[in-house]
């Protein structure tokens, strides 16, 4: 099992469109349909943390004056599509297995996999 300790998160300081700074934790990224998506949740910063919902950001890739930028998802429709989408990646990856699993046979679960 690995050291806990090694566990180094992959921090962003976000800017919002108040100019307020913001630390945030990359959960994964994807691209679909050609656009990179990313999944964050705002980083650790006080013991305040722990009582949070932990609200998952999903923002994407965009060119504003030639320079990549981190933008919201304005479409209704494609905030849907892709947070589905996120969720069930995501969903998927901190579950343990459950009673269909595949440990009879060959795991494919994973680290998080708890049968074993």
């Given at each position: 099992?690995p050291?806990m300790?090694?566990y ?6 976000l800017i919002?469109e ?10 994964d ?7 990179q ?9 006080s013991?305040e943390?722990?009582n949070?919902d932990g ?6 890739a965009i060119?504003d004056?030639?320079e ?5 998802i ?18 998927e990856l ?10 009879d ?10 049968c074993?």
């Open positions: 099992m050291d300790n090694e180094t998160p992959e921090l962003y300081e919002d108040n100019g307020n700074k913001q630390n945030f934790e990359m959960l990224a994807a691209e679909l349909d050609g656009v998506y990313f999944a964050m949740i705002p980083a650790i910063e013991e943390f722990l949070d609200e998952l950001v999903i923002l994407k060119e004056n030639g990549e930028i981190l933008a919201s304005d479409d209704d429709d494609e905030f849907e599509k892709v947070s589905q989408y996120f969720l069930k990646r995501l969903e901190f579950e343990g297995c459950d009673d269909d699993c595949c440990c046979e060959e795991c494919h679960c994973g680290d998080h996999c708890d074993e």
